[in-house]
T-cell receptor
C-alpha cells in the first residue's frame, strides 16, 4: 500500500459525459501527479501540482483539467468524453519531486 | 521528449542477468526507474541524480552516464518476481522541464 488513495476504482460512462477522479496523496506529500495509461501503453504525464499550484503540464487535453485543494487532495476533471479517453488514470504523490508513490488507479471506460 | 528504452521486451530464465537501457536526447537532471506488474500501479525502484553515484540494491542496480544522457538498469540473478514492465522516467536539466516516462521494457522471467 503506497498510502495514495484514488476514487473511484472503476468508472463507466458514456461519450459526451463529464467525470471527476479524486486523489488523496500520502500524508505530508505536497506534489501530486496525474498520468494516463491506455491499454498496453506507457504512462503519459498529464499534469503536476505542488502545494496547490500547477507546476508542470504534459500532454493534457483542453477537455481535461485538474486542481489541488488546500488539504492537498487533487481532482482530475474529464469532460466531453470520447471513446479514446478510456484508460487507467494514475495519481502519484511525492514529498520532494523525487520518488513518486502511485495510487491504485481509476479505470475509466467510455461507452 | 520521451526517452528511448531498449530492449522493448526480454525473456529470461530464473537466475540469468538482464540490462535495460534508457536514453534521452536532452540533458538530464535525473533518471528514475519504476517497475509495474500487470494490473498494478508502478512501484519506485531507484533514482539517479546528475553528479550522483551508481545506486541500487544487491541484485538490482543502475548507472547514469551524464555525458551520454543514458541510464542502464542491471538485474542480476533474476527472480520470478522481477517479471513486469520497467519504465525509466527522466527529468530535464532545465527548470520547468516535465518528468517523462519511457515506453517501457517488458521483462518475463521463466522458471
Amino acid at each position: 500500500d503506497s498510502g495514495v488513495t484514488q476514487t473511484p476504482k472503476h468508472l463507466i460512462t458514456a461519450t459526451g459525459q463529464r467525470v471527476t477522479l479524486r486523489c488523496s496523496p500520502r500524508s505530508g506529500d505536497l506534489s501530486v501527479y496525474w498520468y494516463q495509461q491506455s491499454l498496453d501503453q506507457g504512462l503519459q504525464f498529464l499534469i503536476q501540482y505542488y502545494n496547490g499550484e500547477e507546476r508542470a503540464k504534459g500532454n493534457i487535453l483542453e477537455r481535461f483539467s485538474a486542481q489541488q485543494f488546500p488539504d492537498l487532495h487533487s481532482e482530475l476533471n474529464l469532460s466531453s468524453l470520447e471513446l479514446g479517453d478510456s484508460a487507467l488514470y494514475f495519481c502519484a504523490s511525492s514529498a520532494s519531486d523525487r520518488e513518486q508513490f502511485f495510487g491504485p488507479g481509476t479505470r475509466l471506460t467510455v461507452l | 521528449q520521451q526517452p528511448v528504452q531498449s530492449p522493448q521486451a526480454v525473456i529470461l530464465r530464473e537466475g540469468e542477468d538482464a540490462v535495460i537501457n534508457c536514453s534521452s536526447s536532452k540533458a538530464l537532471y535525473s533518471v528514475h526507474w519504476y517497475r509495474q506488474k500487470h494490473g498494478e500501479a508502478p512501484v519506485f525502484l531507484m533514482i539517479l541524480l546528475k553528479g550522483g553515484e551508481q545506486k541500487g540494491h544487491e541484485k538490482i542496480s543502475a548507472s547514469f552516464n551524464e555525458k551520454k544522457q543514458q541510464s542502464s538498469l542491471y538485474l542480476t540473478a533474476s527472480q520470478l518476481s522481477y517479471s513486469g514492465t520497467y519504465f525509466c522516467g527522466t527529468e530535464g536539466d532545465n527548470y520547468g522541464q516535465n518528468f517523462v516516462f519511457g515506453p517501457g521494457t517488458r521483462l518475463s522471467v521463466l522458471p
